[in-house]
């Protein structure tokens, strides 16, 4: 068998997983919390990643670095002072021209920006006309953040304070009213044993639900109640239609919620019409007398996905950027610590960062 030597030439196509592909495509099978755990861990592990400022941090920034250096140094002239100079070439009046009714430096500032008129200063037909001219275009001058501003809605608990602190004056019975306060649950029922309470608190039985019957009288009706036969008895009190045969309905309630008319008109003693009429008028009360203070915050939904028409007919899907952490790569430290790298080791740690870090 003869041995030879010869050249062929082949096209051949393989693909080549890099290690910036196949970080792609495990990326790409991660959720949005996964990938947002994802790049916390890739924070903490890579010394060359670094976390991308958000808004308000960027601002910051850029405010201190547009303040005095540390040499010392006066900050830059602002770019609008020239054009306020011009301005104020073109507008101010000439030497040669007529008096005028005041001075112009009383009008225009040094730097030819004009100069809010203040109401003790306005004088004449043209005053209001320059009322506001040095007002700011923007909002930078209001102190404070703007949610500052916002009214807050009174909770349940505020509300029977309130109430409390002008009702009752006796300094023991309010410290027993503020107690039992604190015990009314966001639907304004009072949940607690009142003999707990009364050891609790060192007094006796008796004080604590004479104080808690002086209580049920708060706004709204039906507050303070032990269960909701109480919770629907206090508001018909309020209305004055607590009367017998509405009382023998509400201590039957468990028949109510079973139909049993049959029976609930042989225990209240009315006629099928007055029955229904009762129920009716049951149904019209609140059984959650607390439930007009739960004023929840609403909560603005952060979409993980968004999705964009194309002009192909097709949608464009990608995660939501502003959901995810900003990551920067720090090439000043990498430069920095690359130049350091004596051994062998050392630069091929700081080589596989920089590659998982892009």
């Not at 997983?17 to 792609?24: G, R, Y």
């Not at 960027?58 to 306020?84: F, Q």
């Not at 004479?210 to 109640?225: E, N, T």
């Not at 007009?292 to 899907?317: C, K, N, T």
Request: charged share 30%.
């Amino acid at each position: 068998m003869a041995l030879s030597m010869r050249q062929d030439l082949r096209q051949t196509q393989a693909l080549v997983m890099t290690p910036q592909l196949q970080q792609a495509i495990r990326l790409l099978q991660l959720s949005h919390q996964e990938l947002a755990a994802y790049v916390e861990q890739e924070l903490e592990q890579n010394p060359l990643l670094e976390r991308g400022f958000e808004r308000g941090d960027a601002s910051e920034t850029a405010n201190v670095s547009e303040g005095d250096g540390e040499d010392g140094a006066a900050p830059a002239a602002p770019a609008g002072t020239e054009t306020s100079e011009r301005a104020a070439g073109d507008t101010l009046p000439a030497d040669n021209d007529g008096p005028l009714d005041t001075d112009w430096r009383d009008v225009w500032d040094d730097d030819g920006s004009a100069r809010p008129v203040t109401a003790p200063e306005a004088g004449g037909d043209g005053a209001f006309e320059s009322w506001g001219t040095g007002g700011r275009s923007d909002f930078s001058d209001v102190e404070g953040e703007i949610t500052d501003t916002l009214s807050t809605a009174i909770s349940l608990r505020d509300h029977l304070l309130g109430q409390l602190a002008l009702e009752i004056a006796d300094p023991v019975d309010r410290l027993v009213g503020s107690h039992l306060v604190d015990l009314v649950d966001e639907a304004g029922y009072l949940r607690a044993d009142l003999d707990e309470v009364a050891v609790t608190l060192g007094a006796p039985r008796e004080r604590i639900d004479a104080v808690l019957a002086r209580l049920q009288r708060f706004d709204p009706p039906g507050v303070f109640a032990r269960s909701l036969a109480e919770c629907f008895a206090l508001q018909l009190a309020e209305r004055n239609r607590l009367d017998p045969a509405m009382q023998a309905l509400l201590d039957n309630l468990d028949m109510l919620a079973r139909h049993e008319r049959t029976a609930l008109l042989r225990v209240c003693g009315v006629n099928a019409e007055d029955l229904t009429d009762m129920i009716g008028e049951l149904r019209r009360l609140d059984p959650r007398p607390g439930g007009s203070f739960e004023h929840d915050a609403v909560q603005y939904v952060v979409p993980d996905v968004l999705m964009r028409p194309q002009s192909d007919g097709g949608w464009l899907i990608e995660l939501n950027p502003e959901t995810l952490p900003r990551v920067l790569v720090n090439t000043r430290y990498w430069a920095e610590v690359a130049g350091r790298a004596d051994t062998r080791t050392e630069k091929e740690f700081i080589g596989e960062r920089l590659l998982a870090a892009n």
